[in-house]
Structure formats: C-alpha cells, structure tokens
C-alpha cells in the first residue's frame, strides 16, 4: 500500500457511494477486493451499512431500510450478497426471527427492475456456441406466481374467480373450473403500474447500452393477463420510445415466449430480453450456467427514479465460508463482486462527470478479464475454461493479487 501511494495520485470520487456489506465467503472477499483494488487506488467516500445477518438482528433489521433509504438520496449502491434466513440460520445465529429477504426490501423501497448479464472472457466458450456476445436479461420483479394464492382442493364444487369493485359497482364473476374430484387451484395477478415500470425501465436499459430489446408473453393462450402485459409494452414504446429506437437504429422486437426461446438458442446474443417474473427466474439461471458460472454474472437493479444498485448474481458461497473458517484456503470467485464495484463506479462517475472514475473502473474491469484470459483462474472456472498448459487454479487472494498486478502496470 505504502509503495502504492508513492507511485499513484489518487482517483477522487466525489459523491458518497452506498456501500452495503453483506455475509460469509462474499464478506470476507468483498474485504479483500476493497483493499487491495480500490482503497489504494481511491479517494471514495464510503457511505457503509452493515448488513450482516448478525447486525441486522441487532437492528431489528431497520439497516436494511436506512440502506435502501441512502440509496435514494445518493443515487448509486454497491451490495454484497446476504443470507436469507431461514430455520436453520435462526438457529445458527441465534436470531431473534426469520428477517425478510433484504434484496426483497430493498427491491421494494426502489420499486426496481433487476438487469442481470454475463461476464464474458475468451477461453470460457458458452455452451451455447454462437452466443459471442452477452444476452442481458431483465426480470419483472413484482407478482404473476411469487405474489400467489392457492388452494388444495380437497374434491367436487365450483371454483370461481371474483372481483369486487370498491365502488360499489357489479361484481365479475368467472367460472374457473366445475372440479368433480379433488385438484388444485391458484389466483396470480398483476398491476398496469408495475408492469409500465418494467416496461419502462426495460426501454430505458436497452436504450443506454443500445441493445435490441426483445419481450415475449404467451398471450395467444392468455389473451387477457399476458395480452396486457404486451399491450403496455407497446404502448411505452409507441409513446415514449419509437422515435429514439429508429433514429438510434435500435429495434424493439416482440413475440411469443416458445419462439423467443428457440430463437435466443440461435442467435449470436447481444440483445436486452425482457422477462416475466417466472421466465426471468428459470431463463437467468440458464444463461449463468450457460455462459460458464455463476460467478461470472453480475446483477443491477434500476429503479424508475433512476436509483442503481449493483450486486453478484450469486448468493454468499456459504460452504466455501465453513471450509475459511476451518482455515482452509479457497478457490473463490470474486469477478461478479469485482463487476459489482466497477459498474457502480461507472456508473457514479457518470453522474458525477468524472472521467477519470469511469476510466479506472474500465481498467480495473480489463485487468480482471485478461487475468482470466492468461490463464490464472479460481476453480469453478479452471472446470470450464478451454484447456491449456497455461491454466493454473489458484486461491482467492492470489488471484486478486494476480489482477491488481495488471492493474497497478495500466495505471501508471
Ligand atoms: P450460492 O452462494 O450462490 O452458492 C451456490 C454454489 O455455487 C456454491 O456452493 C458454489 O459451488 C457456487 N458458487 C457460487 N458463487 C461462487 C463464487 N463466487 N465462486 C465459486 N463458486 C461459487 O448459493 P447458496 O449456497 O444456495 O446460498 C448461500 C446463501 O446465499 C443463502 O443463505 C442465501 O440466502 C444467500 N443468497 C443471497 C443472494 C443475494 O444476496 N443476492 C442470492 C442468492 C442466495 P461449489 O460449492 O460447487 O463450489
Ligand atoms: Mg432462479
């Protein structure tokens, strides 16, 4: 760090970040990424919450509001990835309860969308042999199956779908299905205003990164639910974006999911596809895998108001943590954390009008790949890299060592 410091002036960033740090293997990474490829390289104003299960606990998790809350007034956050508890970490920390998800809170305090893509480098080919480019995925994040009710049913009767205007005004009623024996039942819904905030934030993303946009529903088989689902969309388009698209030269493309599917597996990628809640939950775990790894995929979620928070796509790397606890050395992957800091001072240096910020998050960001690309890599990569007498698997630290060489060299 001393060497450090005599040999780089320090990069200013001039607006606080909103740094929220998290749990287990990615707390203990995170720490390392901090000091040995930020600190000694910035002067960054750090706006911290801890958001450790255990400080969480102790704060009956009111953390995780004033986290979401500094977002807002500062604009840009960065976010480790945190433990969801469930029974067993109750016990395991000795919790006070089962606390809510905190990317479900905070979620629901930016009313986001959450953009997820690929982390791509050159000797980890897709499985997918065509997709040289990235597919971006962006997730609806509200309702359809995870805002559901059901019902067991235990035999004959009449189910019934039913809506009661609050004024006053006639009930609808639809048969659903004369059940002769028992079955299942679910109710979903959804609201034109989330979904015209997905929209909207979907037209804007592509639009900044100039990506096609692709959207898809299965609205001949629902030709109400999904059919507005589509007909929103059009409708932002039409309003607010078909002049920018042509004049940008970008296209807005919709079709059904099954063909959007079947083309995806065909193209060369590079497009923005905007998903429903459960397509975007199954189809972006496709992609991490396809692309290579989960922890080559990094996450942004963009609030209408134009607030960003940048994360890892992948959870804690909990059985990884059990084996540092022991004292055992890991082979753990902190690209997508490493992206995360990067695409959140990209992103600060953007609305700050400081170059130089942008500038060192690009460096850093090529330094990391072309560590990858030499051959020096951790191990859920070395499994899927293209092989060569060059790869070598190494430990966390070496490898962020490893980047920070390259680093130090583009900077001076
Ligand atoms: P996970 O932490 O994503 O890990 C699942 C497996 O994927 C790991 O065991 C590891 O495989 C591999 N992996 C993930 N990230 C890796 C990395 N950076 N480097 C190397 N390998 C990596 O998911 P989980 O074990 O199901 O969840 C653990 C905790 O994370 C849970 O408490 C959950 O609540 C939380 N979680 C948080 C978030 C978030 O904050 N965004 C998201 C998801 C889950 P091997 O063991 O085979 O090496
Ligand atoms: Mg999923």
Not at 86 to 108: C, F, H, M, Q
Not at 229 to 241: A, P, S, T, V
Not at 246 to 257: A, K, P, R, V
Not at 351 to 357: G, I, N, S
Request: charged share 25%; net charge neutral; with cysteine.
């Amino acid at each position: 760090m001393n060497k450090k410091q005599k040999t780089h002036e320090k990069i200013t960033v001039k607006t606080p970040l909103v740094e929220i740090d998290g749990d287990e293997m990615t707390r203990v990474m995170w720490q390392w990424v901090k000091e040995k490829l930020l600190l000694p390289y910035l002067d960054m104003p750090l706006e911290y919450y801890d958001l450790g299960l255990k400080h969480r606990d102790e704060t009956n998790d009111q953390v995780t509001m004033d986290a979401a809350n500094a977002i807002k007034k500062y604009g840009v956050g960065v976010k480790c990835a945190t433990i969801t508890p469930n029974k067993d970490r109750v016990k395991e920390y000795n919790l006070k309860k089962e606390w809510p998800s905190p990317n479900g809170t905070i979620r629901a305090q930016l009313d986001g969308t959450v953009f997820r893509s690929p982390i791509l480098v050159k000797n980890i080919p897709p499985s997918v042999k065509t997709w040289t480019k990235p597919i971006h995925i962006g997730r609806h994040a509200y309702g359809d199956i995870y805002k559901n009710q059901e019902i067991r049913v235990p035999g004959a009767g009449t189910a019934q779908l039913v809506f009661k205007p609050a004024d006053g005004s006639a009930v609808i009623c639809q048969t659903i299905h004369e059940f002769k024996g028992p079955g299942i039942i679910q109710g979903i819904h959804n609201t034109d205003k989330s979904i015209q905030s997905f929209a909207k934030a979907c037209f804007t993303y592509a639009f900044d990164l100039k990506l096609p946009l692709w959207f898809a529903t299965k609205d001949t088989i629902s030709k109400t639910y999904d059919a507005r689902f589509r007909q929103i969309f059009q409708d932002e388009y039409e309003k607010n974006w078909k002049q920018k698209y042509e004049d940008g030269g970008i296209e807005y493309f919709f079709t059904l999911i099954d063909d959007a599917v079947a083309r995806i597996m065909k193209s060369e990628g590079g497009m923005l596809w905007a998903c429903k809640n459960y397509d975007g939950d199954v189809l972006s775990d496709m992609l991490g895998s396809a692309y290579g790894s989960l922890a080559m995929m990094t996450s942004v979620l963009v609030s209408p108001q134009g607030f960003f928070e940048y994360e890892a796509a992948h959870g804690t790397v909990q059985k990884h943590y059990y084996k540092y606890m022991k004292g055992e050395k890991t082979s753990s992957n902190p690209m997508a954390l490493i992206f995360a800091w990067t695409g959140a001072l990209k992103k600060r240096g953007e609305l700050d009008h400081t170059p130089e910020v942008v500038d060192f998050a690009t460096k850093l960001e090529q330094a990391s790949l072309e560590t990858i690309e030499s051959g020096i890599m951790t191990g859920d990569l070395l499994r899927v890299a293209t092989p060569s007498s060059k790869n070598k698997q190494v430990y966390t630290e070496e490898f962020i060592d490893a980047i920070d060489a390259r680093l130090d060299k583009k900077l001076l």
